[in-house]
């Protein structure tokens, strides 16, 4: 019990956040009404707007408020090539790492039998047909290094076999700055399977 | 640059809040507008409604949206007893606590002439006029224990001495659960003045 109930609904209500608890919650409420109003009303407002008009995109499922992000909108990305991530955050990841051009297509997860994620849910249909028009060069699989994010790149592999002529998956192996000594051996297995000749 | 400018820009606003960068930010974006929308919408609502109506609680300036605080409300709290504080948060962790059953007085900070916050800032005025209708037997100072809360419970002090028979300060030493080993001199200092007595 804070100090008013508004307060306290308001407090409550932060904690939808990941990794805010009461505590932090807390602060947060105290922080907006004491010093920041403002940015606080601002923050209430584009929360309101995004929750209303943010769908997703129809050409490749990520999040976006228009019919088409501006990556499937863009006609300087590179047909020829198309990324297949677990997550809108990944497109950020690989967006910010720089390096690809290419298009995108969001599964919003990976196969999940015991949560009832399957083919359906990942769109894998609309992907497939994606790729029929876009008959893209390469598919890129970025799903996460994980046991599902594997099992659902093998599956989505074996998916698009006919229709893509190269499927690559991203490669798996030590971090850069990783030191051998501090990484697991799954990744150095993967490390070693993977190496490449330089010279 | 995120996926869609109101995406980016609902990232930048959750930056508001207080130990929330770009990282935090996006992942409570996306965490919102993936998977719990139903909390978000009630989270725009509630800090839209609480920056629209939140207000100051007339008798001890905490912050609150009805014209009197749950505290100065309730005729079960105690008027022999006002304990003043640096902010809000002070008074939840004091209720918290529990075992105070007093009243309160808010200041929201601390005297500090560098950043042009004097008596007037404190609404010491308002505490003085407060404290001659309540007619308390004790004022209890809780400011925080610092230079600057040191200073301000100081002045406060002086300029209640007239009013009050009893002016305390909260007590100075080793917390529950501390080591001495591990403890600041200036604590021990402390702790060793306000040693008390046990047999």
């Known amino acids: 019990m804070g100090i ?11 904690q939808v956040l990941p990794g805010v608890g009461p505590k932090g919650a807390q602060r947060m409420t105290l922080q907006l009404l004491q010093h920041n109003r403002a940015g606080g009303g601002v923050l209430a407002a584009t929360l309101a707007e995004a929750i209303e008009t943010v769908g997703h995109c129809q050409a ?9 992000c501006r990556y499937c909108e863009s006609p300087e990305r590179d047909d020829s090539q198309v990324c297949i991530v677990e997550s809108p955050a990944d497109i950020i990841a690989i967006e910010q790492a ?3 051009r290419g298009r995108y297509f969001v599964l919003h997860g990976h196969l999940s039998p015991i949560d009832r994620i399957g083919p359906e849910e990942l769109g894998l249909e609309e992907l497939l047909s994606r790729v029929r028009k876009l008959q893209p060069a390469e598919v ?6 994980t046991v599902e994010g594997e099992a659902t790149a093998h599956y989505i592999g074996e998916l698009l076999k006919d ?10 192996g030590v971090p850069l700055g990783g030191e051998l000594e501090y990484i697991d051996g799954g990744t150095i297995v993967h490390a070693l399977q993977g190496r490449r000749s330089i010279n």
Chains 1, 2 share one sequence.
């Open 98 to 100: 720089g390096g690809f």
């Open 140 to 145: 890129i699989l970025a799903t996460n290094a």
């Open 163 to 172: 229709d893509v002529s190269t499927i690559t998956r991203i490669a798996h």
């Open 60 to 68: 490749c499922r990520t999040l976006c408020e228009q019919p088409l």
């Open 4 to 14: 008013s109930p508004l307060i306290d609904r308001l407090i409550e209500a932060f």
